[in-house]
């Protein structure tokens, strides 16, 4: 998870608050009286524009420009008459932030309410209202603040920018030189008209909505045995696939199923989108901004600023699965491995979900993000989508380019370049064995070594409180795949392990299980915790050497815990945790995680831009929001799941060539073993990718 952009908010707001600190009595009085001048902005602006003419322009004017001050006179005529759209007009213009001195630094007015104005004028063009927010530097306190104004839609943002520019002159005799309104932070109530990419887009997923109603009603009304339902049907069906997503497995009911790997997986998955809902709220409207120098330095904030640890889960769990499945697959067809078919086969599974996500993010989240801040609430730049949309579906994003056309894909491609490497580990510890172990563990050293060493020679910052990574260094230190190879190759250790034991049972004495927990959740406090002492504002920074071992160890110490819960939990000692971790509950959550991770960011998108009012930074606050986001999230993600995922999974299974039957001496499972080689070993457990129950059934 990308923890970048909070550290950079969190400096920020802690720099603006040593700034406020460090103001003498003398100077907080020169504000003071300097903020007494400062009435309504919109009186201010009208006071200003009764003098003011078209030689105040510096500029000849457009013709443009003199259809804008021909409205500007009506407006002026407008409320002197008081008319009631000149009235909205400048109702819905925001005033100086209250509680600047505690971070809020912004006010938003009435947005609906000026793009509502739509008001026609004896025989000239419709006024319309454009809202903009203003930029107004507010001296010494805060480097700049944003105010609402509403003016008539013709008037340009250069020559808004004009109005605004002489008005602060009058009022605080200060010269800007930045611009204080332009085009980004501007709307009006017209659309552009949908090209032909988002009429493509809606089209798609319209056909693929009917073909799933179509389906599920032949489904309902025609076959109602259910073995006699035609593939096509079946796969489109949303009564089929539903059935099929939440079916429950009761745990263990199949020895060869590790149930506890749906837990961990669902578990990481809320910890991602927890974490960037943390995001969001921390870059929201908050009127309470500086409340987050506070919060960087508590406890809770460790779990949200070491969010990254989630996605090493998956990582882990990823490496686990695929040795454990493959080297079962191996066994059964003698070392021979279709790698082609694997990677083909891998492809195609991903690829259709991760094109319409980027169709998605691209074209129709700008259509439902209607609302004020739309500029600012921008997690992701979508416009890096129409030049690095390709090196996302070529999966080489993490290295190709710094502008990611979804920020969150970087993990897709760091596993998908770990899974191409895979055969050489898999074929590795198929005919060397424990040799091939050793070698694998030397590797995940020297790999940790040379994240070690990069951070030592390039001197990147990875205090998360008080510097994080940014810039060149996240592309370095977090989006750079042999960063989160040592989880990946722990869990492929740990599947290696439980391939060799697979149905052994280790009898453990009670002082061994009681310190395998202790020395597992030491491991995973540290990991959290240990930076806390340093996050705290008195506290002396972390030397780089410091910052570099706890970066690099906690990469390796993370997997190490997790090998310990996965191994208790599966030969007994998982106590309450297996309880929780293995309840049936997790499994149609696991099943969604694919689609759950890809959109979870756009619903967060859609909420964060739509915001019309400040919000207050609390945890409970953002639990709130947390809460409505997941939501939406899941109800998102199965439809997702309904129309694109599952039919093209069972589509692509179809086309797929199928392994010849083994003769009727073998066992029938062994040749559904055989078969989940080049078909099912992909499915490991990662925030995009499910691997059910009976996917696990091979495990042995």
């Known amino acids: 998870m990308d923890t970048v952009k909070l550290i950079i908010i969190g400096l920020l707001f802690y720099l603006g608050l040593a700034q406020v600190s460090s103001l003498q009595v003398a100077t907080n009085s020169a504000i003071s009286n300097q903020a007494k001048k400062f009435r309504p902005f919109y009186t201010e602006f009208l006071d200003f524009y009764k003098n003011f003419s078209q030689d105040d322009l510096e500029e000849d004017p457009t013709p443009e420009d003199l259809q804008c001050l021909a409205d500007m006179d009506r407006l002026k005529r407008g409320v002197t008459l008081y008319t009631l759209w000149a009235r909205k007009m400048m109702d819905s213009w925001g005033s100086y932030p209250n509680g600047l ?114 389906a599920t009603l032949c489904d309902y009304f025609f076959f109602e045995d259910q ?113 082609p078919l694997m990677y083909l086969h891998r492809y195609l599974r991903l690829t259709p979900v991760v094109a319409v996500a980027i169709l998605m993010h691209m074209k129709l989240l700008p259509i439902m993000n ?66 091939a172990a050793a070698a694998i563990f030397l590797l995940m050293l020297l790999l940790s070594g040379c994240l070690f060493a990069t951070i030592m020679t390039k001197k990147y910052p990875v205090d998360f409180a008080k510097g994080g990574i940014s810039g060149e260094s996240n592309r370095k230190l977090y989006w750079a795949t042999h960063v989160h190879a040592a989880p990946w190759l722990i869990g492929l250790l740990l599947g290696y392990f439980l391939h060799l034991n697979r149905n052994k049972s280790f009898k453990l004495n009670r002082i061994f299980i009681w310190l395998g927990w202790i020395v597992s959740l030491a491991m995973l406090f540290a990991s959290l915790f240990a ?33 310990w819960v996965v191994f208790a939990c599966m030969q007994g000692y998982g106590g309450l945790a297996n309880s929780f971790l293995s309840s049936p509950l997790w499994q149609p959550l696991s099943k969604l995680s694919f689609t759950a991770y890809m959109f979870h960011i756009f619903m967060q998108q859609v909420h964060a831009r739509r915001l019309r009012t400040n919000a207050v930074f609390t945890d409970y606050d953002v639990m709130l929001y947390f809460w409505q986001a997941f939501g939406f999230t899941l109800l ?48 490991t457990a990662e925030p995009h990718e499910h691997a059910t129950s009976s996917e696990q059934q091979q495990i042995e």
């Open 636 to 683: 998102m993600s199965y439809v997702i799941y309904i129309i694109v995922e599952a039919p093209f999974g069972a589509l692509e299974g179809m086309m797929m060539p199928q392994r010849k039957p083994k003769p009727k001496t073998e066992a029938p499972d062994e040749t559904q073993t055989d078969k989940i080689l080049v078909v099912e070993v992909q499915k």
């Open 370 to 435: 209607d609302g004020p801040l739309t500029y600012r609430a921008q997690f992701d730049n979508y416009d890096h989508c129409h030049r690095t949309w390709y090196l996302t579906l070529l999966y080489v994003q993490n290295y190709a380019t710094p502008d990611l056309c979804m920020n969150h894909t970087w993990y897709l491609a760091v596993d998908m370049q770990l899974y191409i490497l895979s055969p050489i580990f898999l074929i590795a510890l198929y005919k060397w064995g424990k040799k």
């Open 531 to 563: 930076l806390y002492p340093a996050a705290q504002w008195s506290a002396e920074a972390l030397t780089l050497g410091e910052q570099a071992a706890y970066y690099t160890l906690s990469r390796i110490a993370w997997p190490l815990a997790l090998c």
């Open 227 to 339: 073995s006699k339902l035609p593939e096509v049907i079946k796969v489109f069906s949303a009564r089929a696939n539903s059935r099929a997503l939440f079916r429950l497995v009761q745990p263990k009911s199949n020895p060869n199923v590790i149930d506890c790997l749906h837990g961990l997986r669902c578990m990481s998955l809320i910890w991602v989108i927890f974490g960037h809902q943390y995001m969001f709220a921390i870059m929201g409207p908050n009127i309470n901004g500086l409340k987050l120098v506070s919060w960087i330095a508590s406890p809770f904030a460790s779990f949200i600023l070491h969010g990254f640890f989630s996605v090493d889960t998956f990582f882990f769990l990823s490496g686990l699965l695929l040795v454990m499945i493959a080297l079962r697959s191996l066994e059964k067809t003698k070392g021979r491995l279709n790698i």
């Open 101 to 214: 001195l505690y971070g809020n630094s912004i006010d938003m007015g009435n947005y609906d309410e000026c793009l509502s104005i739509d008001k026609e004028i004896a025989n000239n063009p419709n006024i319309k209202g454009k809202y903009c927010l203003a930029r107004v530097p507010f001296p010494v306190v805060i480097s700049e603040s944003r105010v609402a104004v509403c003016f008539p839609s013709s008037c340009s943002s250069a020559l808004i920018d004009t109005f605004m520019k002489q008005m602060f002159y009058e009022m605080v005799n200060l010269n800007f030189t930045k611009a204080i309104v332009d085009d980004e932070y501007c709307k009006t109530v017209d659309k552009e008209p949908y090209d032909a990419l988002t009429i493509f887009t809606i089209v798609l997923l319209s056909i693929l909505a009917a073909a799933m109603l179509l």
